[in-house]
Nanobody, 126 residues
Framework: QVQLVESGGGLVQAGGSLRLSCAAS????????MGWFRQAPGKERAIVAA????????YYADSVKGRFTISRDNAKNTVYLQMNSLKPEDTAIYYC???????????????????WGQGTQVTVSS
């Protein structure tokens, strides 16, 4: 079955950096667009970034543009989220996700994703 396993979260001071990784198995990774989402306490899960299956296009939420970078390594079946200039408002649980079908767009709604990782906590202190 499909498994997505996030890692790389932690506690960091404002202005610091973290790199999240999401290792995928059980699917032909190179065919799937992938998304990173986050959910803060009391808030809905929201898109952070997404990358098309081809790797040629990416999408970012306005709140992270210029600070976060999504990338993928198909040889390692892994998608990354490099987070720089972190702010306290970036504190959340971060999830990676894959849609039900391959060769699709990189969607921005969590409702368009079928497979989810368990999440990794990112805490940014001020």
């Amino acid at each position: 079955q499909v498994q997505l396993v996030e890692s790389g979260g932690g506690l960091v001071q404002a202005g610091g950096s973290l790199r999240l990784s999401c290792a995928a198995s059980g699917l032909t990774f190179s065919r799937y667009s992938m998304g990173w989402f986050r959910q803060a306490p009391g808030k809905e899960r929201a898109i952070v970034a997404a990358i098309w299956w081809s790797g040629g296009s990416t999408y970012y939420a306005d709140s992270v543009k210029g600070r976060f970078t999504i990338s993928r390594d198909n040889a390692k079946n892994t998608v990354y989220l490099q987070m720089n200039s972190l702010k306290p408002e970036d504190t959340a649980i971060y999830y990676c996700a894959a849609p039900a079908r391959y060769w699709t767009d990189a969607y921005s709604s969590p409702n368009d994703y079928r497979y989810w990782g368990q999440g990794t906590q990112v805490t940014v202190s001020s």
